[in-house]
T-cell receptor
Framework: KAGVTQTPRYLIKTRGQQVTLSCSPI?????VSWYQQTPGQGLQFLFE???????NKGNFPGRFSGRQFSNSRSEMNVSTLELGDSALYLC?????????????FGSGTRLTVV | DAKTTQPTSMDCAEGRAANLPCNHS???????VYWYRQIHSQGPQYIIH???NNETNEMASLIITEDRKSSTLILPHATLRDTAVYYC????????????FGKGTRLHILP
């Protein structure tokens, strides 16, 4: 079956702009999480959605937001971009409610802010 | 903060077993040990997980000490494609919906 799909794969934006990233989870997976990866901070949790509701949130400013649609697809938005937002943004999905199941990650969107 | 400690990097000869250690001395009784790996420019890939018993799948084996304070991931016959950063993670599954990644171990497979 198809894996987690993230679009676009690469993105270049200018400081002050906003950006929207998209994630399509594995069919049947209802939980979608987002992570930011930078060389300095490593992999950091942004937020997690389940059935269109944000269930968990990491320690990021309000410029980072997300949402999930009824088909479980998710988007994250970053407003007023800063140079430090340059990172690999990863989406992960899993079939919720079943102990012992891990996450499946997408290949990520590499965002460069100039 | 991550609840695990791993060596920063390790080398292993191709064809040999790669043994990656992880310390998790503060692990709670209901926390699982998970291993993921990340090959360059890709998303992390789930490898294996366990609670108390040793586990084996088609990718690797996981050995957990009896006191659960440490574990070892074993790649039985390492290939060049196993070159990656390996993350050891402890988390309460089902209830805890985020993964706290540490720095991981960068494994170099030498030809």
């Amino acid at each position: 079956k198809a894996g987690v799909t993230q679009t676009p794969r690469y993105l270049i934006k200018t400081r002050g702009q906003q950006v929207t990233l998209s994630c399509s989870p594995i069919s049947g997976h209802r939980s979608v999480s987002w992570y930011q990866q930078t060389p300095g901070q490593g992999l950091q949790f942004l937020f997690e959605y389940f059935s269109e509701t944000q269930r968990n949130k990491g320690n990021f400013p309000g410029r980072f937001s997300g949402r999930q649609f009824s088909n479980s697809r998710s988007e994250m938005n970053v407003s007023t971009l800063e140079l430090g937002d340059s990172a690999l943004y990863l989406c992960a999905s899993r079939s919720d409610g079943r102990a012992g199941y891990g996450y499946t990650f997408g290949s990520g969107t590499r965002l460069t802010v100039v | 903060d991550a609840k695990t400690t791993q060596p920063t990097s390790m080398d292993c000869a191709e064809g040999r077993a790669a043994n990656l250690p992880c310390n998790h001395s503060t692990i709670s009784g209901n926390e699982y040990v998970y291993w993921y790996r990340q090959i360059h420019s890709q998303g992390p890939q789930y490898i294996i997980h366990g609670l108390k018993n040793n586990e084996t799948n088609e990718m690797a084996s996981l050995i957990i000490t009896e006191d659960r304070k440490s574990s070892t991931l074993i790649l039985p016959h390492a290939t060049l494609r196993d070159t990656a950063v390996y993350y050891c993670i402890v988390r309460v599954d089902f209830l805890d919906d985020k993964i706290i990644f540490g720095k991981g171990t960068r494994l170099h497979i030498l030809p």
